[in-house]
């Protein structure tokens, strides 16, 4: 049984606006924005608009409406980071690596032969996330 959907997690607070965020693009059903840790240089998260724990509760229709959108992330975070390739997440429940309990998809620029750095390791530099994010947003 998936435990319920708690409003007060931090990407519910950045969909309401309450925190910031470095946003790199938006729609109807997905928000996307720089991840503060990130694994890769570029490494951006796609969130639902829909509130939903994680990938065992989002109903089937808002998932399928949201794989369009992560589908265009993704070949922007391609283009704009000139990646040879990407690296595709989502961790689900605390034993599954999930921390934030809003469903997310990580999208992670990756080059032969570079590895990817700890999750959840250290804060990235405001301002080379801006960097990175002006570069992704400039590919859509
Ligand atoms: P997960 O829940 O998939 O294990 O990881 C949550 C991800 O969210 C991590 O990659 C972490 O670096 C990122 N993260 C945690 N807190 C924040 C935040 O306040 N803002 C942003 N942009 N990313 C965050």
Known sequence: MTAAYDNANIFAKILRGELPCEKVYDDEHVLAFMDIMPRA???VLVIPKTPARNILDID???LSQMM???QTVARAVKT?????G???QQFTESAGGQ??????FHILPRWEGVK????????????????????????F
């Open 41 to 43: 240089d570029g490494h």
């Open 60 to 62: 089937a229709a808002h």
């Open 68 to 70: 369009p959108s992560l």
């Open 80 to 84: 704009g980071m000139q990646a040879e």
């Open 86 to 88: 990407l690296t595709l």
């Open 99 to 104: 921390v934030v309990f809003h469903l997310h």
């Open 116 to 139: 990817l750095r700890p999750h959840t390791g250290d804060m990235e530099k405001p301002e080379r996330l801006k960097d990175h994010a002006a570069k992704i947003r400039a590919a």
